[in-house]
């Protein structure tokens, strides 16, 4: 009877696992037919992926010794050593100046393990272990549910400009284009919108996605919209599960687990429905899920390095290196990111000094993961003279309290019954430390303090990769609540924070369970806890699901190829035309003036907010340098004036009645004035210096006389 049940078990749960297979299938197919993602550059994208990153990190992660670690560990740290290794080939072309190592390393690499896994007669290869049953329900809908999610916020919102009459745009994706763009010519990076001025940013996911863009002509708006989404499921999704498989006391409950995370909606701060750590990690805005992955992976692999040295193993050495790499990538991909988790190491390794629980000879191979974020740091995202736009004070305290849309009725209330300043601050420190958590807020706190306690106090085991969570917790949130780091981007420090939180929750929850078996207190201890957590998830998914549902809407508006017009925050097919015409017709050098520069209805408009200076579309798809558009993201927000003196410099290349507008562009360099009809009302600009080389309805493009 039992054997029958187990059957129908089996059967009906690979019947979940189908539908979930056809579900992502079917959303893949809805990105192709319906949003125009073109299925040629799908399949350039995947091919490089799989022949340049996937199998040859693959590759290493065999030399290092982890094929015995699990599935998804292999498939995540070979991805990022696949990354990793792409980097740094990356500027060994650059300073080669021929990109023929980059061409070849990856297939050569990917032939040599198929030809080793070919040959080889172990019973622990890739192919043989996997399994499509042995895969958690949990986690087929954990990654369906992730997909959804990536995809409503990326290419469901995204309509090709080559079919669509007018297609919106976020800037900060703009800007990562345009950043890709620029990558794909050399390194450093030098400004897509102004010629001479070179970024200081985090550049590695970047730079990763740039590579098949000057080897095979793939288009970054493509990879940003359309594989983004993909590549984001895949890498965050394995990682998480990974992290979860590795460090946890249940390693069976690990999709249950990413699950849970998912739809606990942690970080809610901008509005009740919407997790600021979902839009930040998992839309492609800003590469921060990438940075998170990596530093997960890094933090399994340094307890697999102290593991091997604990037990004299000879792969230490290896997973030493494959552990800096990762925290190297990390770095370069999120620099916050990369400094919490080397942080986080040095923490770890003195706390076990000093409680002599680790040997001081381990400061030695730390010495080198340092050197590499360094490395990183200083000479990639910090070189001297780079442009960026930090805010000029280092510390600042709680700011980042600022964008919760809490705080100003908070505030008001507690001013109202008469709660004095020194109180008020630690009440809004508690109520944003219970929407950064969510439903993990009560075990987190009870269950750091208990396992700081028992550890201190030598009644648990000092483990450093657990440890290493902790540490990594700590420091990502304070870091977060003191830092001003680039506006509100001290927010990256806590991504990493609240991402690790839950493990710290589950830890805490598993504990409770083991007391559970002895203890008939701790026993219902834990019982009202999963009562509390159980409650919370309702209200929480609730309001996950309802984001969702407000999501799925404006998917389908914008899946009409002939949308409303969204004057600034669109590019028509005629603009659309008219950048293409420029990519196809100009020199790669050329420095073009655009007036288009508001992301903002012009009443709206603040030369003193850079964010309002952001429209880099021209820049994108015209491949082109651009003279104002994206000087404000390039520009401190101090420096204003800078700006305004640009824009007011540029006003005069579009003044009919300045005879001497030939001799300003030339001054400037610029080569082409660009000039926005959906936006202006200029007369014609012909004349000596300005010939009309391209017009439409919506664009003309004239060339300065030489």
């Not at 050593?81 to 650059?94: K, R, V």
């Not at 000057?214 to 708006?221: P, T, V």
């Not at 604990?310 to 290196?321: C, F, M, R, S």
Request: proline share 3%.
């Amino acid at each position: 009877m039992n054997s029958i049940s187990n059957k129908q078990s089996v059967g009906s749960h690979n019947v979940i696992r189908v539908i979930c297979l056809i579900m992502i299938m079917v959303m893949v197919a809805i990105s192709i037919l319906v949003y125009g993602a073109p299925i040629g550059q799908l399949a350039i994208m995947t091919a490089y992926f799989l022949f340049y990153v996937q199998l040859p990190g693959l590759c290493i992660t065999k030399w290092a010794g982890l094929n015995e670690g699990h599935i998804s560990t292999m498939l995540i740290t070979g991805a990022f050593s696949g990354w990793a290794l792409n980097i740094i080939l990356y500027f060994i072309a650059d300073m080669m100046e021929n990109h023929i190592v980059l061409l070849i390393m990856g297939p050569l690499m990917s032939l040599l393990l198929i030809g080793m896994l070919i040959h080889s007669k172990k019973q622990n290869s890739l192919s043989r272990r996997f399994r499509p049953s042995r895969l958690s329900i949990a986690l087929c809908f954990f990654i369906l549910i992730v997909l959804l999610y990536c995809l409503l916020e990326t290419q469901y919102l995204y309509l090709s400009p080559a079919i669509s009459d007018y297609t919106s745009m976020n800037a900060d994706k703009a800007y990562h284009m345009g950043l890709i763009n620029s990558l794909s010519h050399d390194y450093p990076l030098e400004s897509p919108w102004i010629t001479g001025v070179t970024i200081n940013y985090h550049i590695f996911s970047e730079m990763m996605l740039s590579i098949p863009v000057r080897l095979f002509g793939a288009e970054s708006d493509f990879a940003t919209q359309s594989f983004g989404p993909l590549l984001t499921t895949y890498i965050f999704g394995t990682a998480y599960y990974s992290f979860f498989k590795e460090m946890s006391n249940k390693p069976k409950r690990a999709g249950l687990y990413c699950l849970i995370v998912l739809l606990s909606n942690i970080y809610v701060t901008r509005n009740i429905s919407t997790s600021i750590a979902y839009i930040f990690a998992l839309t492609n805005d800003n590469s921060s899920g990438y940075g998170i992955a990596a530093a997960l992976v890094a933090i399994v692999l340094f307890d697999k390095w102290y593991k091997a040295t604990a037990n004299g193993d000879d792969k230490q050495w290896k997973l030493l290196i494959l552990c800096t790499a990762i925290a190297m990538l990390a770095t370069g991909i999120k620099g916050p990111i990369g400094a919490v988790t080397v942080l986080g190491i040095w923490s770890t390794v003195v706390l076990g000094i000093i409680l002599r629980k680790i040997s001081i000879k381990n400061i030695l191979p730390l010495l080198l993961i340092t050197a590499g974020f360094l490395l990183v740091y200083t000479f990639v995202l910090g070189s001297k003279g780079q442009s960026n736009a930090s805010g000029n004070s280092v510390i600042a305290f709680a700011k980042i309290v600022d964008i919760a849309f809490w705080k100003k009725p908070l505030l008001a209330s507690l001013k109202s019954i008469g709660i004095p300043k020194i109180i008020r601050y630690p009440i809004m420190l508690l109520v944003f430390a219970i929407f950064f958590l969510s439903i993990f807020f009560v075990p987190v706190c009870i269950g750091y303090i208990r396992e700081l306690a028992l550890v201190l106090t030598g009644r648990k085991e000092y483990e450093p990769g657990k440890v290493l969570v902790y540490a990594e917790f700590a420091i990502g949130f304070i870091a977060m609540m003191l830092l001003n780091y680039s506006g509100h981007s001290q927010i990256y420090f806590g991504l990493l924070a609240v991402f690790l939180a839950p493990m710290i929750a589950f830890w805490f929850l598993e504990d409770m369970e083991e007391l559970g078996q002895t203890s008939e207190r701790a026993d219902g201890v834990l019982g009202f806890c999963v009562i509390v957590m159980a409650a919370m998830m309702i209200f929480t998914t609730g309001a996950f699901a309802t984001y969702m549902y407000r999501s799925v809407g404006s998917a389908i508006a914008n899946a009409n190829p002939h949308p409303k017009e969204s004057l600034y925050m669109s590019v028509s097919k005629d603009e659309y035309e008219a950048m293409e015409w420029i990519e196809d017709n100009t020199e790669e050098d050329a420095l073009l003036a655009t007036d288009r520069y508001y992301s903002v209805d012009p009443a709206k408009y603040s030369y003193e907010n850079r964010w309002d200076n952001r429209f880099f579309l021209y820049g994108v798809y015209a491949n082109r340098f651009i003279y104002i558009g994206g000087s404000g993201y390039n520009m401190k927000q101090s420096e204003w004036p800078k700006r305004k003196e640009m824009i007011e410099t540029n006003e005069q290349l579009y003044d009919a009645s300045n005879e001497k507008r030939g001799d300003l562009a030339r001054e400037l360099g610029v080569d082409y004035v660009v000039v926005s009809k959906r936006f202006t009302q200029i007369p014609s600009l012909e004349n000596k210096d300005y010939e009309l080389c391209y017009s439409n309805e919506d664009v003309d493009v004239y060339k300065i006389a030489e």
